[in-house]
């Protein structure tokens, strides 16, 4: 079922991040659709999480404000039907192994497969674990996406060959958050992991403007932002649809720019 891969092809991808159920469930629902509008090729809606090891203040706060408005895993699910009436932009889902552990990795799937959702980021789901969780993924067409840092090291190797759908390159050491400077090794973290895969590579955390998106375009197969328009959620509220419409068309440019193959160093840490 996963089309993952295929977004990527002749097309530098635009992978925007909101949580679900922030503020609220209709919200949520026309968040998915604004960006999809908006040029996004595929939606990561994060499943808030009482411990998420990841992320930032911006991204922690917003889970916060889901469970204030009475988030559970089954509302995430619906959310998603919802947007599905409106919207067949690919999403995915960014989850910690608990909620899909408790949930029961096989009811879990099944219903991401009936709701067209083609993959999983779980952050805390390390490679020498992914064995409980893969098999019944590939069952139902689903891709768990894995994260590559720049502290992978020996590890990169055999991440890479095992990879779906896409990677997630990690572009700095720590959490989630909007950052001014880079991982200084990206552009050779990016190419030691093409030497084992074919599988499309995205670089996010910290990113937050155009002018580093289009940076992060030219290392890699597509770029993903959580955090900016993260806060731009928390900022604008019911009335968030139209300003990350017209933030993600603003990425959608940059990113499709003619300049993306002429890399910019200016962001990248030295």
Known sequence: MTNLAAVFKNHKAFIPFIVANDPDFDTTVKNIVALAQGGADIVELGIPFSDPVADGPVIQAAGLRAFAADVHTNTVFEIVEAARKETAVPIVFLTYLNIVFKYGYDAFLKRCAELSVSGLVIPDLPYESRD??????????????????????????KIAKSA??????????????????????????????????EVPTAIGFGIHTPEQAQTMAGLADGVIIGSAIVDIVAKENQQAPMAIKAFTKQIRTAIDSPKTSAVSSSSIAR
């Not at 069952?139 to 720049?150: D, F, Q, R, S, V």
């Not at 050779?188 to 992991?193: D, G, S, T």
């Open 132 to 157: 409980e969780i893969v098999p019944i993924a590939d069952k139902y067409g689903i891709a768990i996406i894995p994260l590559i840092t720049p502290t992978s090291g020996n590890r990169i190797e």
């Open 164 to 197: 779906s759908g896409f990677i997630y390159v990690v572009s700095s050491v720590g959490i989630t958050g909007e950052r001014d400077e880079f991982y200084e090794g990206l552009k050779n973290l990016v190419a030691e992991i093409k030497r084992y895969t």
